[in-house]
């Protein structure tokens, strides 16, 4: 599980990317307690930890990515 944003936003709006660290927390939660296994990938919010975030997946077999749209992300 990630969330997504735009890292050019965190200058902009203060406290906006620890906010969406704590949804994407509470939304991991959510889903943990469906019994399902979460590996969380936190707020990706650059082309390269997209990257990042995808090579973890294949890492770790994940069977389906659930991924928490916070705001315009590229």
Known sequence: ???VGLDAYW????????????YLADVSRLVAQTGAVVEIL??????????????ACRR??????IIHVTTYAL
């Open 1 to 3: 599980m990630c969330g």
């Open 11 to 22: 200058p902009q709006f203060a406290g906006l990317r620890e906010r969406l660290h704590g």
């Open 60 to 65: 770790a077999g994940i069977d389906l990515l």
């Open 42 to 55: 936190g707020l990706v919010d650059t082309p390269e930890k997209g990257r990042e975030a995808g090579h």
